[in-house]
């Protein structure tokens, strides 16, 4: 198979490894009430390892990315689910909820990260060309897991008690994650020579990771995905209950994230392609605009019409986004520290997605409502947007004619 025709194979493999990956994570809401049912543990404790999660996610998302960039995207993402698969095997073991958020928490939440910025690294070096869309599709993968694996979690927990369960999640973790992982390969680039690779810029030759990581390219892309993650994170997680507080039943409520969720997955593809034809830039600050003004929707949103018109637009806009600062790494920083650059800007989003679980349920707590959630998300969203017009790539110059060959 000729390089160009594999880079899709390690697209399909990405885009496969994240939905399952990502899946078993997000299963939690699902076995939330049944686990306080059978052990008793508070759902707010319950509740808590996915925050744990987020910040173990946050923190370990640059040490896998530099691992990646030292020994290649297959070892990483092995490991990653070598580890993941043992620890959800391990959640059916469990006797007391400290054991229960540590292991959900720091490790399945510390194996997620193994996943995203060395798959993301890994496709944007085997593009070239259709770079946005490809980084989109793997994104478009991992936006599969509400539509694929939360249903599983739900007909698993149907049929058997949520040890069991977890259980074999595990086990179908570990007989797909597996394999798949050594279809990744580093790209071509980095195979044939620890230099230089094409399509990086003069000037980055030379860059070393501390060079990268203060430069004003990098700490601008890292701010604008923490405030763009912070305004989406509360809507995510707190609009079904918000519904639900405006008298929309709860099953019914149920279904503004799933619309959230399959407008996403047109967003993920949609933005990729544009990305591609009108620059990835200028595409994310039109999109962060857009979210700001989407999380505001929610605070007028009173029926289950106007929830699911908000519902359509803000999971286009959020989930299409995503994907486009991977693009604008590749486009600014070396092939060589693919890892750990967007290991670094994934650290800063997962910071910004763990504030909503928490900062919506402490203005709920002292309001009584979630209004003022929709009102900062807006802010925050209009920061985020006012943070990526700053950014400034580095020069724009031709490759020198022995590079470029």
């Keep these: 198979m000729t390089e160009t025709s594999y880079r899709w194979v390690i697209v399909a493999a990405g885009g496969i490894l994240g939905c399952i990956a990502i899946g078993c994570l997000f299963s939690l809401p699902v076995f939330i009430v049944p686990i306080n049912e059978a052990t008793g543990w508070s759902r707010t404790g319950i509740s808590a390892a996915m925050t744990i999660a987020f910040i173990s996610m946050a923190l370990g998302s640059m040490g896998w990315g530099i691992l990646s960039d030292r020994y290649g995207p297959r070892i990483v993402v092995l490991t990653g689910s070598v580890l993941l698969a043992a620890s959800l095997y391990a959640l059916g073991f469990v006797t007391s909820l400290p054991a229960f958020q540590f292991i959900y928490g720091i490790l399945i939440g510390g194996s997620m990260a193994a996943f995203f910025a060395p798959m993301m690294a890994t496709v ?5 060309t259709h770079r946005g869309l490809a980084v989109s599709l793997v994104s478009a993968g991992m936006g599969m897991a509400p539509v694929t694996m939360s249903p599983l979690a739900a007909w698993l927990i149907a049929n058997h008690d949520w040890r069991t369960s977890y259980q074999i999640m595990a086990v179908l973790a570990a007989v797909t994650l597996i394999p798949l992982s050594f279809f990744l390969r580093r790209p071509p680039a980095l195979e044939a020579t620890a230099a230089a690779a094409p399509g990086d810029l003069p000037e980055q030759h030379g860059m070393t990771a501390r060079e990268a990581l203060t430069s004003y390219p990098f700490i601008i892309l890292a701010l604008t ?6 305004t989406h994170s509360g809507p995510i997680f707190h609009t079904v209950s918000y519904a639900m507080a405006c008298g929309i039943p709860a099953l019914t409520a149920v279904t503004i994230y799933s619309v959230e969720g399959i407008a996403g997955m047109a967003g993920r593809l949609g933005f990729g392609v544009l990305a591609d034809r009108l620059g990835a830039k200028n595409l994310l600050a039109a999109g962060l605009l857009i979210q700001a003004f989407g999380a505001l929707g929610y605070f007028y949103s009173t029926n289950l019409a106007a929830f699911y018109s908000v519902a359509a637009l803000f999971g286009f806009v959020y989930a299409g986004t995503m994907p486009l600062y ?22 800063a989003g997962s910071l910004g997605m763990a504030t ?4 919506g349920g402490w203005i709920f707590d002292t309001t009584g409502n979630y209004g003022w959630l929709y009102i900062a998300c807006f802010g925050m969203g209009i920061g985020a947007f006012l943070i990526a017009m700053m950014f400034r790539p580095f020069p724009a110059q031709r490759q020198p004619d022995a590079v470029a060959a």
């Design 225 to 230: 995905n923490f405030f763009c993650c912070a």
């Design 326 to 347: 991977a693009v604008l790494v590749r486009e600014n920083f070396p092939l060589r520290m693919m890892g750990t650059i967007i290991g670094g800007t994934s650290m």
């Design 356 to 359: 909503g679980p928490l900062f």
């Design 124 to 128: 944007t070096g085997w593009f070239d």
